[in-house]
């Protein structure tokens, strides 16, 4: 859900680049983007389940209760909360690299071409912009490189490929993924 509501925000704000919009969906996604999650977290706790009380405050079970006694509606209750802040959380990175792949593909040659042609901004967006736009695997490509290179020990020589030149083998899974989904 967080993909596609960033997706879709990250479209809105490229193709309305330098207008209000764009500046508000992206001052948004530099706030959310500069929050520590674990104080995110916090704050909406405060909010929500002690406030409001809406959300339990924390466990994976009602007090009480064992996790195998509780229900799965009192188990999806105390997985709300967390899986929306960590939702929240990913939004803006994905909003910020779609709206900026799909600027770099509006000042594009073919761009201009397109537009030559008499294709409206909207239409080019649908037709071209989607399709170059990142993909799943393409955004979480450097999510993935850092877990990767994070679990390099240095001085240690792998015969593995992937722990011996991940970023080759990354860019290669990838851009084979890519492929066969275009």
Not at 9 to 16: C, D, E, M, T
Not at 55 to 62: D, E, R, V
Not at 84 to 101: A, D, E, H, K, N
């Amino acid at each position: 859900a967080s993909g596609l509501l960033g997706a879709g925000l990250g479209i809105v704000a490229g193709k309305n680049r330098g207008r209000f919009l764009d500046r508000v969906i992206s001052t948004v996604c530099y706030v959310f983007a500069a929050i520590p999650t674990f104080w995110f977290g916090i704050v909406l706790l405060l909010i929500f389940a002690v406030w409001l009380k809406w959300s339990p405050i924390g466990l994976s079970a009602p007090i009480g209760k064992t996790f195998a006694e509780a229900t799965l509606a009192e188990r999806l209750n105390h997985l709300v909360l967390p899986a929306v802040i960590l939702s929240l959380v990913g939004i803006s990175t994905i909003t910020m690299q779609t709206r900026t792949r799909l600027i770099e593909e509006q000042n594009s040659d073919y761009a201009l071409f397109a537009r030559s042609r008499g294709e409206t901004s909207w239409q080019f967006v649908w037709r071209h912009g989607l399709r170059n736009s990142p993909s799943p695997p393409s955004i979480t490509h450097p999510v993935l490189r850092e877990a990767i290179d994070s679990n390099r020990v240095e001085g240690h020589s792998a015969p593995h490929p992937i722990e011996a030149e991940p970023a080759v083998v990354l860019d290669a899974v990838f851009r084979l993924a890519d492929d066969r989904h275009a």
